[in-house]
């Protein structure tokens, strides 16, 4: 249908116990997702089982720094590990590398950009949903990550989400906003397939972060 809108599902911090969830609800509305992941985080068997259960729905797992420290405070070195370290991570349990890359804190000051040979993927999730955790200043409540992914659709758009531990809310919001969006003509991919869906070559934007995905 060619009035179909395409956006790409993505999920910083993990994995978690927060992955599983987001799981159910992609295999139960037919989506796939892209899931950054933190290289020191994934310490379980637990973990890599949420993993290669990703990837066995159509998922890709992709880089989001090792430790997710301050880069731009980084050595040229130090970013390279980051980077290493976490790729063959994920290559040891996935079989695959990842193939996009996200800073931490969306930072690219310094010389990431010049270090990191793989595309930057930025996005937005229109508001703060990086916990659960009402006593911090800066959170956002369901109502407000709701709105928040409501008002940021939009036709190639990155979604920029957190799958981090005890982040209940994340997907809380999707499984109202899924459902509504997909009413309304929108179908959820991993980050691989919207590039690709678009005929857009993901390394044609160079010292930059993709926000969205459009043809020009």
């Known amino acids: 249908m060619s009035d179909l809108k395409y ?26 997702a892209s899931f950054f992941v933190i290289g020191n985080r994934i310490k ?12 066995s729905l159509g ?24 980077f290493e370290l976490t790729q063959k991570i994920v290559y040891d349990v996935v079989g695959d590398y990842p193939q996009f890359f996200r800073a931490p804190g969306l930072n690219l000051k310094g ?9 930057l993927a930025g996005g937005s999730g229109g508001n ?19 709105e928040g992914y409501m008002s940021v659709a939009s036709d190639g758009h990155i979604f920029l989400m957190h799958d981090c531990a005890g982040n209940y809310l994340t997907p809380a919001a999707l499984s109202v906003v899924l459902p509504k969006l997909i009413d309304e003509g929108y179908r959820f991919v ?10 857009v070559d993901p390394k044609s ?6 926000k969205d995905v459009i043809k020009a």
């Not at 703060?128 to 709701?146: G, H, Q």
Request: hydrophobic share 35%; proline share 6%; glycine share 4%.
């Open 7 to 32: 956006c790409a599902l993505t999920f910083d911090d993990g994995p978690s116990d927060t992955t599983e969830f987001i799981l159910n609800l992609l295999k139960h509305y037919g989506c796939t």
């Open 44 to 55: 379980t068997d637990e973990h890599r089982a949420t993993m290669k259960r990703a990837v």
């Open 59 to 82: 998922c890709t797992i992709e880089n989001h720094s090792y430790t997710h420290g301050r880069f731009p405070e980084m050595t040229d070195e130090e970013i390279m590990n980051e």
């Open 111 to 119: 010389r990431v950009a010049d270090v990191i040979p793989l595309p």
């Open 128 to 146: 703060a949903d990086w916990n659960s955790r009402p006593y911090e200043d800066v959170t956002s409540f369901l109502p407000e990550r709701i």
């Open 190 to 199: 991993n980050l691989r397939e919207l590039f690709r869906i678009k005929g």
């Open 205 to 210: 934007l160079v010292k930059d972060q993709w």
